[in-house]
């Protein structure tokens, strides 16, 4: 099975990203903070991650390159999701895989997460 770990404190989208992939057949894991990614990572083990920018303690940007930094989870796709202007930016100075801007489209979200599932 599929799984996908998404990083955001905004519980609205939580709910409905959730929905929409456990519908979709994927496991999903949700986390309001990001300081403790590798430990999340550790435990779940997911196929993508979601991370939003905005979020307490050290941020996306940081959480992401924590991650990418670390040998035995570098590789896991993160697709980054904010309301910034300057997304492109973002995603690249965290070294994210990708990036969706909020408001998002579910379609689009759903067809980068299916793409990197398949790598």
């Known amino acids: 099975m599929n799984k996908i770990l998404i990083f955001d404190d905004d519980t609205s ?62 590789d896991i796709p993160v697709i980054y999701v904010t309301a910034n202007s300057d997304i492109k930016t973002l995603a690249d100075s965290a070294q994210a895989d990708d990036f969706v801007a909020k408001p998002f489209n579910l379609e689009d979200l759903e067809e980068k997460v299916a793409f990197y599932m398949k790598k």
Do not use: C
């Not at 989208?13 to 430990?39: A, C, M, P, R, W």
């Not at 779940?44 to 035995?72: C, Q, Y």
């Open 13 to 74: 989208i939580l709910e409905v990203i959730s929905i929409i992939f456990e519908e979709n057949g994927y496991k999903v894991e949700i986390s309001e903070t990001s300081h403790d990614i590798i430990q999340k990572v550790e435990a779940f083990r997911p196929d993508v991650i979601l991370m939003d920018n905005w979020i307490p303690n050290i941020g996306g940007v940081e959480a992401t390159k924590l991650l990418k930094s670390h040998a035995e989870f570098k």
